[in-house]
């Protein structure tokens, strides 16, 4: 019984390159919420995604992020023309239905140099 | 007003002790309580759902106060390897997003 996969566990980029951060759920759960956490700051909610919609991504910037899941394969966080602001652990969860308790993965550690 | 409030900690106490933690939460819409657990640069955990009748896992105890706007987190018989951050999670009818708290550090020893 797989867990939510996210890869790749640690990520390095340029300032200026894109990163690209995946996530597959926990079987059977259409449900995908993407969070980053900044070290010793709490976890901020990014989007929310289901199957081939973005339901809410109040929590993205309206710049250089965006994110999909689409109908097969795995949900993408894409950030382009990557800051050093952008340096967190992003982390993916899932869950079957609202309101359930969300299942994480072990997170991306993205450092941008 | 955040949405979700905990107090930071951290919290020390020696084995054996029993500890509460509280959040309180803005939304009175509120309509799902949880309480999770981070070890430093891990995923977090679900410890444990909050109830409205509140409920009990071993030696943890979760309560709801919805007239207070508040949820609480007691662990009894603290263990070495309940030292880790504690992070309180309200989900707001309409909106279905998990909203966590900072979370509370807490540190027992020996």
């Known amino acids: 019984n797989a867990g939510v996969m996210q890869n790749p566990r640690h990520l390095v980029r340029r300032r200026g390159q894109e990163a690209r951060l995946r996530c597959s759920p926990m079987k059977g759960h259409s449900h995908v919420y993407w969070y980053r956490q900044l070290p010793e700051e709490g976890l901020k909610f990014m989007v929310y995604l289901q199957k081939e919609n973005i339901i809410d991504e109040s929590g993205m910037p309206k710049e250089r992020f965006s994110a999909e899941f689409p109908k097969e394969g795995p949900s993408i966080l894409r950030i382009q023309q990557v800051v050093r602001g952008d340096s967190a652990a992003y982390f993916c969860?899932?869950?079957?239905?609202?309101?359930?308790?969300?299942?994480f993965g072990n997170g991306t550690r993205l450092t941008v140099t | 007003r955040k949405e979700v409030e905990q107090d930071p900690g951290p919290f020390n106490v020696p084995e054996g002790a029993t500890v509460a933690f509280n959040c309180t939460y803005s939304n009175s819409a509120s309509q799902s309580f949880f309480w999770y657990r981070q070890d430093c640069r891990k995923e977090p955990k679900l410890l444990m759902s909050v109830y409205s009748s509140g409920n009990e896992d071993g030696r943890f105890t979760a309560q709801l106060n919805r007239a207070s706007q508040y949820i609480s987190l007691l662990i009894r018989d603290s263990k070495l390897s309940d030292s880790a951050t504690y992070l309180c999670?309200?989900?707001?009818?309409?909106?279905?997003?998990?909203?966590f708290g900072r979370g509370t550090s807490l540190i027992v020893h020996p």
């Open positions: 969860a899932s869950s079957g239905e609202t309101n359930s308790p969300l299942h």
């Open positions: 999670v309200v989900v707001s009818g309409g909106s279905y997003i998990p909203t």
